[in-house]
């Protein structure tokens, strides 16, 4: 694959998405050429898969239908968008992916790793992120920055939520090279600098 792909992971309030769409306006002005998606999302089929998955009318979905669905919209935003954007050299910024799979139905739900993985497969079609920017925050911190009404994954207890942080912080354990961990700072600005810190060298080098 020609180009990069970048994915944002951390649990919720954490301040991805405006992280990763502050980095997107930055390397657009800068002249990349870069694409910017959300998990699950990302094209027309997959909004409305990310719809069913998070309507908290949804409560009875099992858990096995819930990571199948949110493997659904992966397939689909791979096929349609990230592998092409990919071959065709483009920079491509997606917030979550895979790593979301295994830490909210895998270690949240208690779901098989093994199996989440071997699903993953198939549903990336083996494209993996280059670099993936894990934000990092308190549980309780980033729960309290939720402001609208709360979505079905939302909705879930403490403990929850909890076992999401261990998850990532587990998985950013076992992948150094991959994944790198970004302390999330009150000012905005900081974090994105901390941010832009890791990526930028990386970006500079493809372009050599
Ligand atoms: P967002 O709030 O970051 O847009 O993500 C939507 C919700 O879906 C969030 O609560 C995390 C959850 N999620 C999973 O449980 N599994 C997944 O594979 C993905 C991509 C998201």
């Not at 970048?6 to 980095?23: P, V």
């Not at 910017?36 to 909004?47: D, H, K, Q, V």
């Not at 065709?88 to 992916?97: A, E, T, Y």
């Amino acid at each position: 694959m020609k180009g990069k792909f970048i994915t944002f992971e951390g649990s919720e309030g954490c301040g991805k998405s405006t992280q990763s769409r502050m980095l997107y306006d930055h390397l657009k002005s800068k002249g990349y050429k870069v694409i910017y998606l959300r998990e699950p999302g990302g094209t027309a089929i997959s909004e409305k898969i990310r719809g069913i998955l998070l309507d908290p009318s949804n409560r009875s979905m099992s858990g096995v239908s819930e990571m199948l669905l949110y493997m659904a919209a992966r397939a689909q935003v791979i096929e349609e968008v990230v592998r092409p954007a990919l071959l065709g050299g483009k920079i491509v910024l997606c917030d979550r992916f895979l790593d979301s799979t295994i830490v909210y139905q895998g270690y949240g739900l208690g779901m098989d790793i093994k199996t989440i993985k071997a699903i993953g497969k198939i549903s990336t079609c083996g494209i993996k992120p280059d670099l993936t920017i894990l934000l990092d925050l308190p549980v309780t911190k980033g729960l309290k920055h939720r402001q609208h009404k709360k979505d079905r994954i939302e909705e879930r207890s403490l403990n929850y939520h909890l076992r999401v942080r261990k998850g990532y912080l587990k998985l950013a354990r076992q992948e150094p090279g991959r994944i790198k961990m970004v302390k999330v700072d009150p000012k905005k600005n900081k974090t994105q600098d901390r941010i832009r810190k890791i990526i930028l060298p990386i970006l500079r080098q493809k372009a050599k």
